[in-house]
T-cell receptor
C-alpha cells in the first residue's frame, strides 16, 4: 500500500522560530519520488521540492531545508527563522510506480502552519 | 510563462445541472492530472492522462464524472448530473514525464 502520513495537523509558531514539518511515507516500490507543496490561503498549490529515492542528500534552499531518511521512511521539512508569509498548508506527496500507477501523487493530509508576528 | 490554466475559477450551480471544468496544461507537458480537494478527503486523484490517453481513472467517483483530453492542450472534466456532495476545489496539474507536477489555480465548485 502507498501512504503518506503527516501527523501534525496544525502548528503555530512565533516569527523567527524554526519549525519542522514531519512526513512519513509507505511504498513497496524501490523507485519513487517525494514532494513538498505549499498551499497558501489564496488556494493555489506551489511546488517546493522533488526528491528521488536514490538521492538521500539533504537539501537546503534559503530558509528551507529537507531531510530525507530512507531508514525511517521520512522526508521532513524545516523552515528556519519562520516568517508570517510562511503561513500556509504544507503537503507532502509520494509518486511511485507501484502497480503501474506511474506519475500520480499520493498526498498526505497536510499540516497547517501559522506563523504569528 | 503561462502556467496551467483552469476555467472557470468559481462555479455555482444547482443540483442536477451539468458542470464542465476546463484545463489547459503547460505546453510540452505529456501528463495531465485532475485532482479534487475537500476538507473530508483532502487531495485525491481523479484521473490522469499520458499523451492524451487516460491511464488511470480509478479515482473517478461515479459514472456521473467523465474526463476527456481531445488534444495535448486541452482537457475537460464533466459532472452530469451534479450533486451537492460534488462541491470541492478541482485542480488540474501537468508534468513532463514523472517530473514535478505544476498545478492550476483550481476551480471552486459549489452545487446547491
Amino acid at each position: 500500500a502507498q501512504k503518506v502520513t503527516q501527523a501534525q495537523t496544525e502548528i503555530s509558531v512565533v516569527e523567527k522560530e524554526d519549525v519542522t514539518l514531519d512526513c512519513v511515507y509507505e511504498t513497496r516500490d524501490t523507485t519513487y519520488y517525494l514532494f513538498w507543496y505549499k498551499q497558501p490561503p489564496s488556494g493555489e498549490l506551489v511546488f517546493l521540492i522533488r526528491r528521488n529515492s536514490f538521492d538521500e542528500q539533504n537539501e537546503i534552499s534559503g530558509r528551507y531545508s529537507w531531510n530525507f531518511q530512507k531508514s525511517t521512511s521520512s522526508f521532513n521539512f524545516t523552515i528556519t527563522a519562520s516568517q508570517v508569509v510562511d503561513s500556509a498548508v504544507y503537503f507532502c506527496a509520494l509518486s511511485s510506480n507501484y502497480g503501474g500507477s506511474q506519475g500520480n501523487l499520493i498526498f498526505g493530509k497536510g499540516t497547517k502552519l501559522s506563523v504569528k508576528p | 510563462d503561462a502556467g496551467v490554466i483552469q476555467s472557470p475559477r468559481h462555479e455555482v450551480t444547482e443540483m442536477g445541472q451539468e458542470v464542465t471544468l476546463r484545463c489547459k496544461p503547460i505546453s510540452g507537458h505529456d501528463y495531465l492530472f485532475w485532482y479534487r480537494q475537500t476538507m473530508m478527503r483532502g487531495l485525491e486523484l481523479l484521473i490522469y492522462f499520458n499523451n492524451n490517453v487516460p491511464i488511470d481513472d480509478s479515482g473517478m467517483p461515479e459514472d456521473r464524472f467523465s474526463a476527456k483530453m481531445p488534444n495535448a492542450s486541452f482537457s475537460t472534466l464533466k459532472i452530469q448530473p451534479s450533486e451537492p456532495r460534488d462541491s470541492a476545489v478541482y485542480f488540474c496539474a501537468s508534468s513532463f514525464r514523472r517530473g514535478e507536477q505544476f498545478f492550476g489555480p483550481g476551480t471552486r465548485l459549489t452545487v446547491l
